[in-house]
């Protein structure tokens, strides 16, 4: 049984960090392309992040470009997300969540089958 866990969140101010960790049981986490996203109250679900399974290939969406990061840790089966320069409008419950083996990156949080139960991060000073 695919199972993701994440952990890592907080309350953070204005500029400050924090590492998202997604945590893999039940498959091998290389084999699947792992997306981060967000959801804040009274707004839908939105792609933040993603990382392919092939070519370890990175993609963010626009606001987060520069400020976050995305990496994979094969051996503790683990992918992770740097925030960096965190901003209000960060703050939200993040989730990752893995497409089915063979399928590239992508946004749309449709077009992933298994998710982690969120972790919620919220910057204010």
């Known amino acids: 049984q695919l199972q993701l866990v994440e952990s890592g969140g907080g309350l953070v101010q204005p500029g400050g960090s924090l590492r998202l960790s997604c945590a893999a049981s039940?498959?091998?986490?290389?084999?699947?392309?792992i997306g981060w996203f967000r959801q804040a109250p009274g707004k839908e679900r939105e792609g933040v992040s993603c990382?392919?399974?092939?070519?370890?290939?990175?993609y963010y969406e626009a606001s987060v470009k520069g400020r976050f990061t995305i990496s994979r840790d094969n051996a503790k089966n683990t992918v992770y997300l740097q925030m960096n320069s965190l901003k209000p409008d960060d703050t939200a419950v993040y989730y990752c969540?893995?497409?089915?083996?063979?399928?590239?990156?992508?946004?749309?949080?449709?077009?992933?089958?298994?998710w982690g139960q969120g972790t919620q991060v919220t910057i204010s000073s």
């Open positions: 969540a893995a497409r089915p083996r063979g399928y590239y990156c992508s946004g749309y949080p449709g077009d992933f089958a298994s």
């Open positions: 039940g498959f091998t986490l290389d084999y699947y392309a």
């Open positions: 990382i392919s399974s092939s070519d370890g290939r990175t």
